[in-house]
Every structure is written in structure tokens, then in C-alpha cells.
Nanobody
Framework: QVHFVESGGGLVQPGGSLRLSCAAS????????IAWFRQAPGKEREGVSCVSRYDSATHLAASVKGRFTIARDNSKNTVYLQMNSLKPEDTAVYYC???????????????WGQGTQVTVSS
């Protein structure tokens, strides 16, 4: 069974950048559409960005357009989320999720990582 592990979270000042990684093991990443979700304390989980099986990127949250970029490197079995111009409201646990689908969606993901904490604070 495929497993996904996130890394790259941490504490960053407002306006700073972080790059999150989602590494797959036990299976080939290129079979899956991969999305990043986040959940802040007391809030519902929300989709952030998704990359389809055919490398088409979609922002699931309007608030990250122009700041976040999702990309996949199938040769490394890894998906990245480059986050620039970070704001305090980006603070959350970020999860990668995968579904055996060609296309991105807001729901229906079968596999989830354990999450990585991102904190944006001065």
C-alpha cells in the first residue's frame, strides 16, 4: 500500500517562504492526483492546491493564488508545495492526500499523510 510522508514545515515570519514535500513510498506517485490540504485550530480542513496525474495544477483555495505553487517530480516520487509571501492566516497543519484519479477534486482522497505543522508568526 502506498504511504505519503510530509516534511518541510516549521516556523516562519510573515512574508517568508517554505517548501513542503510529500514523498510517496510503496507505490508510484504518477498514478495519483495529489492535493495539499490544511487545517487550522478550530477550523475545518480546506483544500489548498492540487496537481493532477497529468501535471495540471489547480488552486483549491482562492487565498493562495499567486503565492503558492504545487509541482510534482515523478522521478523522485515527490510532490512539492512552494509557499511564498506567507501570512499568519496560513498557520495550520498541512496534509498531502492522494487519489487514484487523473483529475483533481475537493474530496474523495483515499490516502493521507500524517501532516506537517506550518506556523507563520513574528
Amino acid at each position: 500500500q502506498v504511504h505519503f510522508v510530509e516534511s518541510g514545515g516549521g516556523l516562519v515570519q510573515p512574508g517568508g517562504s517554505l517548501r513542503l514535500s510529500c514523498a510517496a513510498s510503496g507505490g508510484r506517485l504518477d498514478y495519483y492526483a495529489i492535493a495539499w490540504f490544511r487545517q487550522a485550530p478550530g477550523k475545518e480542513r480546506e483544500g489548498v492546491s492540487c496537481v493532477s496525474r497529468y501535471d495540471s495544477a489547480t488552486h483549491l483555495a482562492a487565498s493562495v493564488k499567486g503565492r503558492f505553487t504545487i509541482a510534482r517530480d515523478n522521478s523522485k516520487n515527490t510532490v512539492y508545495l512552494q509557499m511564498n509571501s506567507l501570512k499568519p492566516e496560513d498557520t495550520a497543519v498541512y496534509y498531502c492526500a492522494a487519489q487514484l484519479s487523473s483529475l483533481c477534486s475537493q474530496s474523495g482522497y483515499d490516502y493521507w499523510g500524517q501532516g506537517t505543522q506550518v506556523t507563520v508568526s513574528s
